[in-house]
Nanobody, 124 residues
Framework: QVQVVESGGGLVQPGGSLRLSCAAS????????MGWYRQAPGKQRELVAR???????NYADSVKGRFTISRDNATNTVYLQMNSLKPEDTAVYYC??????????????????WGQGTLVTVSS
């Protein structure tokens, strides 16, 4: 079974920082893009940042210059460093990964895997 598990959420004051981590595990052959999405109460889930296997990144306009996405291909982990946090960054943050998994028969499966989410609350 292939899964991704997030960690690092919590309560932080405006202007503070948090670092989210997401580790993928299971029968993984290769991970293509990995990313972070968020969903605030009453709003749709939105892309925060995404990174390809080669390190190319893209960000939502609302987080450019404040958030940095990175990944460690050796450990199948993606990170989101969040600085200068604002109350409007409050949301559940979800990790997403495009994974090529191996099967017991030696074939490949292409999966889009989501984590359970981690809550980030920015409040004084």
């Amino acid at each position: 079974q292939v899964q991704v598990v997030e960690s690092g959420g919590g309560l932080v004051q405006p202007g503070g920082s948090l670092r989210l981590s997401c580790a993928a595990s299971g029968s993984i052959f290769k991970i293509n893009a990995m990313g972070w999405y968020r969903q605030a109460p009453g709003k749709q889930r939105e892309l925060v940042a995404r990174i390809t296997s080669s390190g190319r990144t893209n960000y939502a306009d609302s987080v450019k210059g404040r958030f940095t996405i990175s990944r460690d291909n050796a450990t199948n982990t993606v990170y989101l460093q969040m600085n200068s946090l604002k109350p409007e960054d409050t949301a559940v943050y979800y990790c997403n990964a495009d994974i090529v998994a191996t099967t017991v028969t030696g074939n490949f499966r292409y999966l889009e895997v989501w984590g359970q989410g981690t809550l980030v609350t920015v409040s004084s």
